[in-house]
């Protein structure tokens, strides 16, 4: 366990709630990056950062040191993230994609057919990404957003290597299926 992160885990355990709060500081924007890239809007996300901090405090005495604590925290985000979005109704939209900011600042410098292509991308990616399971969708976001390897995926999930593989298979390929169409109008 990184060495800051010991002593202040050690610390919070012991009731101290300013070591606590540290950790908070610390690993909050990587918490909120791959709650905001697996939720797709700032306000689930916000919401998933929130369960994930709660969770950890209340768990603190279970984390056993035996991995890096920012690595048990992104499993306790990812299952929030997982669990969230398995509660969402298929009805409900994303409203922010993933990729929305790059794909604005390429419109932004584009002619209005790009520009035009470029909303329409959006449209389709946040379509099919609201299409995928809650595991695949964080697969995919652990595999390519967070460039994370097929066994980390499979412990930070908690499934055996050969399902987390399967997820991003599906994910991808549903994906691909999806954004087919688009990819061959831009041609």
Same mark, same amino acid.
């Given at each position: 366990m990184e060495g800051s992160d010991s002593a202040a885990v050690a610390r919070a355990r012991a009731g101290d709630r300013e070591a606590f709060r540290t950790l908070v500081e610390k690993h909050s924007r990587n918490v909120f990056r791959l709650a905001f890239r697996m939720m797709g809007n700032e306000e689930d996300a916000e919401d998933v950062v929130q369960e994930t901090f709660l969770k950890a405090y209340r768990s603190l005495e279970r984390f056993a040191g035996q991995s890096e604590f920012s690595t048990w925290l992104h499993r306790i985000t990812a299952n929030c993230a997982v669990d969230a979005l $398995?509660?969402?109704?298929?009805?409900?939209? &994303?409203? $922010?994609?993933?990729?929305? +900011?790059? &794909? *604005?600042?390429?419109?932004? *410098?584009?002619?209005?057919? $790009?520009? !035009? !292509?470029? /909303? +329409? =991308?959006?449209?389709?990616?946040?379509? /099919? =990404?609201?299409? =995928?399971?809650?595991? +695949? $969708?964080?697969? !995919?976001? &652990?595999?390519? !957003?967070?460039?994370?390897? @097929?066994?980390? @995926?499979?412990?930070t999930l908690g499934v055996r290597r050969g399902a987390a593989k399967n997820c991003v298979f599906r994910a991808v390929s549903k994906l691909r299926r999806d954004l087919a169409p688009v990819a061959e109008g831009a041609r």
């Open positions: $398995r509660r969402r109704t298929p009805r409900e939209a &994303l409203t $922010r994609p993933l990729e929305a +900011e790059a &794909l *604005q600042a390429a419109a932004s *410098q584009a002619t209005p057919e $790009r520009a !035009f !292509f470029g /909303s +329409e =991308l959006r449209e389709r990616v946040s379509r /099919s =990404l609201d299409g =995928l399971t809650a595991m +695949e $969708r964080a697969a !995919f976001v &652990l595999r390519h !957003f967070e460039g994370r390897t @097929i066994a980390e @995926i499979g412990k």
